[in-house]
């Protein structure tokens, strides 16, 4: 994937700068040889770093439209090319096009697409983007869109909202428990010790969930347009035995949720984006296990195996995962 940014961040500086060699050529779009004049290295340079500070900001930005947990090249993609779409909606130096071909080149474009596109790449939106439960949602998060806090009073700030969503969606979720597919998670998950075993039974139409994150986002468009917006992450685990049958044996820990987008300013509120990793989804599930007891693809068993469980898998004893649990340091979850 990383080449593929590359790839593509070359692609994109060679566009910008093809009038420049056209005019230092007389047309013929071929340098001649010997030292580049001074001022045509110095106009190279800055449509370089222009193009450079531009691809940094996409793939940060995209970073807020990928799904809360297990998140594929392919996926990355998408969320680079709906983040884009929603900022600069005239491609005119052909950025997303240039990301497009560099993934489709290294062949890590998703799965479930026959065209490459922006419209088969970019994420769906809802069909009913004013759900019933938003209104309520928003007025449980408090921002005062104020950049002077420090970053104790940012920290306590997103955590007063974090704990504020999380027991508006428990009381949601308590009278319609429908609601749980909306978000990718599951009602009737228990909560776990950290070696799997049950610590507290959580029957529907409960369930035990995390809001991982709530965050408020302002972005300033190229034609000088403010974009206001809340990323909220929510998750929920589950201890999945290797064996099938007991977690003593090994398990692994199998995530799912929603990362949602939504517009708050008074008047327009709405949900935006709802990009969901379904908890329940036998395929990931199946795809996790393989990669856990070492029955992946061949050539990819011991070093992905090595990477992400220390070559060995979770038993009774403490965690084995030194690179995919890297920001899972506190065990339990945070909401209860």
């Given at each position: 994937m990383v080449y593929a940014v590359y790839e593509a961040f070359r692609n994109i500086v060679a566009r910008r700068t093809a009038d420049l060699i056209r005019l230092a050529t007389g047309g013929s779009g071929e340098l001649p040889p010997g030292a580049i004049p001074p001022d045509l290295v110095n106009r190279l340079t800055v449509e370089t770093c222009k193009v450079a500070r531009h691809v940094l900001r996409m793939c940060i930005r995209a970073l807020d439209y990928c799904p809360p947990v297990d998140i594929t090249f392919g996926e990355y993609l998408r969320a680079l090319i709906t983040s884009d779409l929603e900022m600069v909606p005239n491609d005119r130096y052909g950025y997303r096009v240039a990301?497009?071909?560099?993934?489709?080149?290294?062949?890590?474009?998703?799965?479930?697409?026959?065209?490459?596109?922006?419209?088969?790449?970019?994420?769906?939106?809802?069909?009913?983007?004013?759900p019933t439960w938003l209104e309520d949602v928003i007025k449980s998060i408090a921002f005062t869109w104020n950049a002077d806090l420090d970053r104790s009073e940012i920290f306590e700030r997103n955590e007063q909202n974090r704990w504020s969503l999380w027991r508006q969606l428990k009381q949601l979720f308590q009278a319609h428990p429908e609601?749980?597919?909306?978000?990718?998670?599951?009602?009737?998950?228990?909560?776990?010790?950290?070696?799997?075993?049950i610590k507290q039974?959580?029957?529907?139409?409960?369930?035990?969930?995390?809001?991982?994150?709530?965050?408020?986002?302002?972005?300033?468009?190229?034609?000088?347009?403010?974009?206001?917006?809340?990323?909220?992450?929510?998750?929920?685990?589950?201890?999945?035995?290797?064996?099938?049958?007991?977690?003593?044996?090994?398990?692994?820990?199998?995530?799912?949720?929603?990362?949602?987008?939504?517009?708050?300013?008074?008047?327009?509120?709405?949900v935006r984006y709802t990009i969901v990793k379904n908890s329940d989804s036998e395929s990931r599930q199946q795809r996790q296990r393989a990669m856990a007891t070492g029955t992946a693809a061949p050539g990819m068993r011991t070093s992905l195996r090595a990477l992400y469980f220390g070559?060995?898998?979770?038993?009774?004893?403490?965690?084995?995962?030194?690179?995919?649990?890297?920001?899972?340091?506190?065990?339990?979850?945070?909401n209860d």
């Open positions: 990301f497009m071909e560099a993934f489709r080149k290294q062949d890590i474009l998703p799965t479930d697409i026959r065209t490459v596109s922006e419209e088969t790449l970019s994420w769906n939106t809802l069909q009913g983007r004013k609601f749980y597919a909306d978000f990718g998670l599951s009602p009737g998950v228990p909560r776990y010790h950290s070696d799997g075993t039974e959580r029957p529907t139409p409960d369930s035990t969930f995390e809001v991982y994150n709530v965050r408020p986002a302002r972005r300033i468009t190229p034609d000088g347009d403010l974009r206001t917006d809340i990323i909220a992450v929510i998750d929920q685990r589950r201890a999945i035995p290797l064996d099938g049958k007991d977690v003593k044996n090994g398990f692994f820990w199998f995530r799912g949720g929603a990362t949602l987008i939504i517009d708050p300013r008074k008047g327009k509120e709405e070559g060995q898998v979770q038993g009774g004893g403490a965690p084995a995962e030194p690179f995919a649990m890297l920001h899972a340091g506190r065990g339990e979850y945070g």
